[in-house]
């Protein structure tokens, strides 16, 4: 892998997808912290495939202050495997990966970096509010989360999102793993270790609109649940089970209605008609969720890699071929 030139005490990883508006505000937040820390640091901004100037303005910075890294994905491969390759090529003793629409004030990372000193290993930023989400989000969100924590084989904490701080023994478990439905605040918890959270309040993006698409959240969030539970595939025996035990409620009736009330409207093609609908729906829930983790198999299976890089700055070992 690569080789460290000068080794970075700390480095903050930041995915960027069509950001051209945050980064030179983002730049002028986080090389302000970057001076604060004592200790030579990198800030590693990994280009999403984005379609706008970001990549020239994450060139022109690195021109500009040599702590600043980058790294160039050949398209838009999703926001955790951004995070994944940024890791991979962070050279820090402590990693911190945060967003870059400001959303997750770098100001915070000064608080992160104090309870990494003071030994934990996973210093992770709990939201205590999010500012100007619409509700509906706002709601989902903590349903989700609760659901979430309620299913998982790990405990995952609630209201947290990626930003955190994680020390080198963490990320170097995190780099060996192979999967590539990553869900990464998941991943995290699921390592062990010290960890704990510093509280935070949420700010509003900086500029620009979200670059989660309501698809690629519900994505995170199926993948979420898919990566560290298995409940969902009992949920079919769980359904399978109850459709059993309608029908036989069903046939009791039936008997009891051909003998004793002839004329009941209720044994007719109504009962029928809904009896095929609700077994058909309980059959193809249960086909979609096996689907999800057979699916989850074959991609896992397939051994193509997790990202493909096209261009880096600040890399300077990196040879060819991990290009
Ligand atoms: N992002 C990315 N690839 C994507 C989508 C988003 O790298 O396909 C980055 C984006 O640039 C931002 C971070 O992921 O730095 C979080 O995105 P956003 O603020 O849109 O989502 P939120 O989590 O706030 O809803
Ligand atoms: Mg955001």
Known sequence: MVEPQC???FSIVVPIYNEEDTIPELYRRVSAVLDMLDGPSELILVNDGSRDRSLALMRELHERDRRVCYLSLARNFGHQIAVTAGMNLARGEAVVVMDADLQDPPELIL??????RLGYHVVYAQRVRRQQEGW??????FGYYRVLRSLADVDIPTDTGDYCLMDRSV?????AMPERNRYIRGLRAWVGFRQTAVPFERDPRYAGPVKYTFRKSLRLAINGLVSFSTVPLRLSTYLGLMAAAIALIMAVLVIYWRFFEVNSPLTGFAAIAVAVFFIGAVQLICIGILGEYIARIYEETRGRPLYILS???????L???NL
């Open 7 to 9: 080794s970075p005490r």
């Open 319 to 321: 040879t060819e071929p």
């Open 136 to 141: 509906l989000k706002r709601l989902f969100a």
């Open 111 to 116: 608080d992160l970096v104090e309870q990494w």
């Open 311 to 317: 261009e880096v700055g600040g890399f300077e070992t």
């Open 171 to 175: 990320v170097r478990v995190l780099n």
